[in-house]
């Protein structure tokens, strides 16, 4: 029996921690919370100071009895959770239920999984800091109160399933309102004139020298005019400036500045971001991953000094140490680094390898010199007009931490130009233009937010928390308020004005714009709860109250505020909104947008989002005649389908033809369009058009589907019709009245006979009869108890 026993939240932080304890020691792990709110019920008291009502979950029970058992038998037990608010909260809840006494219970805390932190960690313990858990406890209570309360308005005022939350539904409104902005925005033109000169290298030899007018020309009228200018002049080196430059490196990570930076060079989501940050913590190769804080401590500072210094030599040395300047950096006490600064690979899983990578060079790249770079611009100067054209070069004189790592930026299509030095050029040197364009550019809508851009600027408003950026955005996700997904873009023509051997010519090109991949964009579910909220909710969707709540769960983590005050504060306000919200009643069902009225029957045909998703309607409820619907195709949305679009949605169902006597036809349906044959649906593939399909491709598509069908079916038997041989998914098994009985792997499933199967149904049965009784899950094994 170990006299010490220390609880985790993760097997695999045990396992690490394991190794560096002696065998006084037992390691194991609550798997994250031993219990929470009920998920049913609504599970806070307001009447007694929002007091949680708590609960086990029947999956955790288990083992909650064993740590229980456990800790009785141990001398002392070490509650050893992450050290952020959420860590405190489990400590706290392991506290409570399995009854632990102070004198038998220790907190420890580390940044890191190494052998010294966890030794130091043992050496001085702390008890659970109550402020912590208040803090955790009224972020937990509070959104459940905005679930709870708002979700039912949804139901009855939307429509059935949906949900909102106190953070999801304002970074939601982010990416709304940014749609918004793009439809709403009209682009304006700029003609940007650009030149290449020929002038000698350093050798003789001819190069090119790119250069351009620093402003931009309003008109075509303009640029003609400056062409047919630059046809007749001479041109010369006005002015040539040098000067030097310095780089600084960006701050180790903090977990934002990870998930960005993450997405922008590896391409991982902010979700997968966070899992691979885990495993690495868990296996001791980084600290801690939920932090706001850019600080490093002295040791890791000394520690980089080290590896700098016999990876690339004193020159490249730098300490630092950066200040972390986001309002209420509290989750940890230090940036994201390696814990080992001169380790600059591990082994593991290629996403934990390239993770790693990204860490230890940007951390490493923290401490080292600043790079030190020579800007050259030329001026050149056009002799019979008073603009004048730049050229500017740019050479790395010493790369120092541009040498190890260079940051990333969301949008670099502005940096059109290379950094490069200009070829040797003297004051007053006459040159002789290449070719001279002045292209018509546009004026840039603003972008849709990528998953790492929605985190930087919910940070910037101070908008959740390090540990919640992840789970706001899958959520947001998994709801189908916003999905990532593409957009097309479309065509559109500019001017390019030529002057080449002293011909001007003009063409007309062709380009798409407005094309985007993997960004975040509303869907018109997303879009009509929005409205909703900031209809009935305008204080829970405002960035600031949503920043400030922040700032009160801060207080109270700091010890200045009582939770349950700001609860009843919240809560005063909260309320009357909500019974607001349900007792008002609308002409139209919120989100509704009138169209127009159908020219064949003179009905009211509108847009909305009905039980199933987004939909057009022809008729009202009021009317005599059952109204006719019609789903809205890919693509399409309820804030901007037109009337003409909107009728050619109810062309559908369509025929086809017929074939073999009996018709084709295809329609759109809950789960998209479909063609129906012979009392059989078979689903079009994604992207095809139910207008444009003819007889020929439905035929086609439905043979497929029925050979792939008949690979399903192995074999069926006419003395017993419930019984058949199937292929699944994990193989043949087979089916007989509702139940599935596996077939061995070393049987061929055709061979069988119907009394071989019947015995391998009748074993598997026993089999199943013998077995212990399962506990019962879930809601109704509850209302039993």
């Not at 050229?391 to 290379?418: H, K, M, N, P």
Request: charged share 30%; net charge neutral.
């Amino acid at each position: 029996m170990s006299k010490n026993l220390v609880i985790v939240e993760s097997p695999a932080k045990a396992k690490t921690i394991e190794k560096f304890l002696g065998k006084e020691y037992k390691v194991l792990s609550s798997y994250g919370h031993i219990r929470d709110l009920k998920k049913k019920d609504f599970s806070i008291d307001v009447e007694h100071d929002f007091a949680p009502d708590y609960e086990i979950p029947a999956d955790k029970k288990a083992l909650v009895k064993s740590l229980k058992t456990e800790s009785d038998q141990a001398d002392t037990v070490w509650l050893a959770s992450d050290e952020d608010r959420e860590g405190e909260a489990i400590s706290w809840h392991l506290y409570e239920v399995l009854q632990l006494k102070p004198e038998h219970t220790k907190r420890i805390v580390f940044h890191e999984i190494t052998k010294s932190a966890i030794l130091h960690a043992i050496e001085t313990p702390r008890s659970i800091d109550i402020n912590l858990v208040n803090a955790q406890q009224a972020r937990r209570v509070l959104d459940r109160i905005v679930g709870f309360e708002l979700s039912p308005v949804l139901w009855k005022k939307v429509k059935p399933s949906l949900s909102a939350g106190r953070v999801q539904s304002v970074a939601v409104r982010l990416i709304v309102e940014r749609e918004r902005e793009i439809h709403a925005f009209n682009a304006e033109a700029a003609y940007r004139v650009t030149a290449v000169f020929m002038v000698p290298d350093a050798t003789g030899k001819s190069v090119q020298l790119k250069a351009e007018v620093q402003r931009r020309l309003k008109t075509k009228a303009e640029a003609e005019e400056l062409l047919l200018k630059c046809k007749d002049a001479t041109f010369s080196i006005e002015d040539i400036t040098k000067r030097p430059l310095k780089k600084s490196p960006a701050p180790p990570f903090t977990t934002s500045t990870l998930q960005q930076e993450a997405a922008r060079k590896l391409g991982f989501t902010v979700a997968q971001t966070m899992r691979v940050a885990q495993q690495l913590y868990e296996a001791g190769h980084i600290t801690y991953m939920r932090t706001d804080s850019v600080n490093l401590s002295a040791l890791a500072i000394n520690a980089g000094k080290e590896a700098i210094l016999q990876l690339m030599g004193e020159k490249y040395v730098h300490p630092r140490n950066f200040h972390t300047k986001s309002k209420g950096a509290q989750e940890a006490h230090e940036a994201i680094r390696p814990t080992y600064m001169d380790k600059s690979q591990i082994t593991g899983a290629p996403q934990e390898k390239k993770l790693y990578d990204l860490i230890w060079k940007r951390t490493v790249a923290s401490q080292m010199a600043d790079a030190e770079v020579e800007k050259t611009t030329a001026t050149i100067s056009i002799s019979n007009a008073a603009e004048t054209f730049v050229a500017e070069g740019e050479v790395v004189t010493f790369d120092g931490f541009l040498r190890v790592y260079r940051e990333s930026q969301d949008d670099d299509s502005d940096s059109e130009r290379a950094e490069e030095l200009l070829p040797p050029l003297t004051k007053g040197e006459a040159l002789t233009y290449k070719e001279i364009n002045a292209t018509e550019r546009f004026t840039q809508a603003p972008p849709r937010y990528t998953e790492a851009s929605l985190v930087r600027k919910m940070e910037e408003l101070g908008i959740g928390r390090p540990s919640t950026y992840a789970p706001t955005i899958s959520t947001i996700q998994q709801r189908e308020y916003v999905e990532k997904g593409d957009k097309p873009g479309q065509e559109r023509s500019y001017n390019v004005l030529s002057l080449k051997k002293d011909k001007i010519t003009d063409a007309v090109r062709t380009e798409t714009t407005g094309s985007d991949k993997g960004k975040l964009i509303p869907t018109d579910t997303g879009t009509v709860v929005t409205d909703f909220l900031m209809q009935y909710f305008p204080k829970i969707m405002d960035y600031n109250f949503t920043a400030g709540v922040e700032q009160k769960f801060d207080e109270i983590a700091e010890g200045e505020a009582l939770w349950t005050s700001i609860l009843k504060d919240f809560y005063k306000d909260f309320h009357p909104m909500v019974d607001g919200a349900l007792t008002t009643k609308s002409t139209h069902k919120a989100g509704e947008r009138v169209l127009g009225i159908d020219p064949a029957s003179g009905k009211q045909v509108s847009a909305k989002i009905g039980r199933f998703g987004p939909l057009v309607q022809i008729g009202t409820a009021e009317d005599t005649d059952k109204p006719r619907f019609a789903p809205l195709a890919k693509g399409m949305s309820i804030e901007t389908i037109t009337l003409e679009e909107a009728m050619e949605l109810f062309k559908l169902p369509r025929t086809l033809g017929e074939h073999d006597g009996k018709k084709v036809t295809v329609n759109v349906g809950r789960f998209g369009p479909y063609i129906y044959y012979n009392a059989t649906y078979t689903s079009l593939p994604k992207g095809a058009d139910p207008m444009d399909l003819t007889l020929e491709e439905a035929l086609e598509l439905i043979k497929a589907k029925a050979e792939n069908d008949a690979k399903k079916h192995l074999k069926k038997f006419d003395e017993d019709p419930d019984l058949e041989i199937m292929n699944g998914r994990y193989g043949p098994y087979i089916a007989y009245k509702g139940s599935n009985y596996k077939i061995p792997k070393d049987i061929v499933p055709q061979d069988l006979t119907l009394e071989a199967c019947m015995q391998l149904v009748k074993l598997q049965q026993e089999k199943e009869a013998s077995a212990p009784a399962k506990p019962k899950r879930g809601r109704f094994a509850a209302k039993k108890k």
